[in-house]
């Protein structure tokens, strides 16, 4: 397992009458191979790049050739775009938090309907201050993490309606760390999802959040 359980029925096909518009689609895709073999390396540099960007301090003169070479990456970029239903990003279980840039690291280490764990670590570049992760991408953690929970236990796409993270003590860069999410309660399409991070035995932060069920076809 890395960024999602391989053992679980994966896109489930959308009702004929699933929008295409508002919000996620009540189906999604998952894949190994979309963006080809280099595309976990792809993104692993561009992490690494953000990890410098988010401590450089350039002189005009670095700043000026920087650009002008990031100006070059964006036109290559630009040949290779895609709309957000065909872009591996998020789809690829084979790779950390699916292939998807947008989210802290992490690798699944066990997932079903009864929850997620996962190993987490965040960047340099989810820096808050004084040398620790940035609340809001604890939040980040838990809300894609409990939004995991929340799929498979119902085996199919939920949307958060509320998030709430008790940060109960600091949570350290580049550190590896374990995050657990499960549907503690289920009431019709509301999914009442827990879920905590640790540092070893230390609790860093704790979630309680309300998912909600898609109905077939709803935007
Ligand atoms: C999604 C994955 C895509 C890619 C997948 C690829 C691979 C798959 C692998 C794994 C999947 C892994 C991870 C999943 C990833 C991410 C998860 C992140 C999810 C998000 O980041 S998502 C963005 C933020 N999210 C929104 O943008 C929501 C905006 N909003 C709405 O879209 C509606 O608001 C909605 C749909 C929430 C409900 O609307 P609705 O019309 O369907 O239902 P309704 O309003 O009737 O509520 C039904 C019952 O919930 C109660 N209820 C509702 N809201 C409540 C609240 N806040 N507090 C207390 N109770 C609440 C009502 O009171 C009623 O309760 P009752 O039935 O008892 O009366």
Redesign the pocket.
């Known amino acids: 397992m890395t ?2 359980p391989r053992d679980t029925k ?1 896109n489930p096909p959308a009702p004929e009458d699933s929008p295409q518009g508002g ?2 689609r009540a189906e ?3 894949t190994t191979d979309r963006g080809g073999p280099r595309y976990g390396e792809f993104v692993e540099q561009v992490r690494t790049f953000m990890d410098k960007v988010r401590y450089a301090c350039p002189t005009p003169e670095l700043a000026d050739e920087v650009i002008e070479e990031l100006k070059q990456f964006n036109a290559k970029l630009d040949t290779m775009l895609v709309d957000e239903w065909h872009t591996p990003s ?2 690829r ?1 084979d790779l950390p938090s ?1 292939g998807n840039i947008t989210l802290p690291p992490y690798e699944i280490t066990d997932g079903g309907e009864d929850g997620v764990s996962a190993t987490v670590e965040f960047r340099r570049f989810h820096l808050g201050g004084n040398g620790v992760a940035h609340g809001g991408h604890v939040a980040v953690a838990f ?6 929970a ?3 236990n119902v085996h199919g ?6 998030l709430t993270v008790n940060y109960r003590s600091l949570t350290p860069l580049e550190t590896p760390l374990t995050l657990k999410t499960w549907v503690e309660r289920r ?4 999914l009442f999802v827990k879920g905590t991070l640790h540092e070893g035995d230390r609790l860093c932060a704790d979630l309680d959040a ?3 069920a ?2 077939p076809g ?1 935007a």
């Open positions: 960024g999602a994966w919000g996620f999604f895709d998952v998020g789809t279980i699916r809300d894609d993490l409990g939004g995991m929340a799929a498979l796409v939920a949307r958060t309606a509320y009431d019709g399409r509301k309300l998912f909600i898609l109905r709803q």
